[in-house]
């Protein structure tokens, strides 16, 4: 069975940072692009960034640029969020995804097979 775990949310001050990570078994994710997505409290799921199935190459939602790293560690078959600089309006239930297809790249929810159970990240004001 193949799942995503995430992990490293929490409750931080504004400014502060968190790694997030996603964890997966049950099948390698090294040739599969992989993305975070985050949802806060009514709103749509958004898109957060994204990493190509390569690694060569990370893409990310204007809000969070020079901020958020997405990377990946296909050894260790998980893929990280490094949040810093956190504000307000990064709170929200954050999900990583992989789309199931290798080789293929996408940075829509629509694309992405695979979800994680999501971790709460809350920054205070």
């Known amino acids: 069975q193949v799942q995503l775990v995430e992990s490293g949310g929490g409750l931080v001050q504004a400014g502060g940072f968190l790694r997030l990570s996603c964890a997966a078994s049950?099948?390698?994710?090294?040739?599969?692009?992989m993305g975070w997505f985050r949802q806060a409290p009514g709103k749509e799921r958004e898109f957060v960034a994204a990493?190509?199935?390569?690694?060569?190459?990370?893409y990310y939602t204007d809000s969070v640029k020079g901020r958020f790293t997405i990377s990946r560690d296909n050894a260790e078959n998980t893929v990280y969020l490094q949040m810093n600089s956190l504000k307000p309006e990064d709170t929200a239930v954050y999900y990583c995804?992989?789309?199931?297809?290798?080789?293929?790249?996408?940075?829509?929810?629509?694309?992405?097979?695979?979800w994680g159970q999501g971790t709460q990240v809350t920054v205070s004001s």
């Open positions: 995804a992989a789309v199931s297809q290798t080789y293929y790249d996408c940075l829509i929810p629509d694309c992405y097979d695979y």
């Open positions: 049950g099948r390698t994710f090294s040739k599969n692009a």
């Open positions: 990493i190509r199935w390569s690694g060569d190459e990370t």
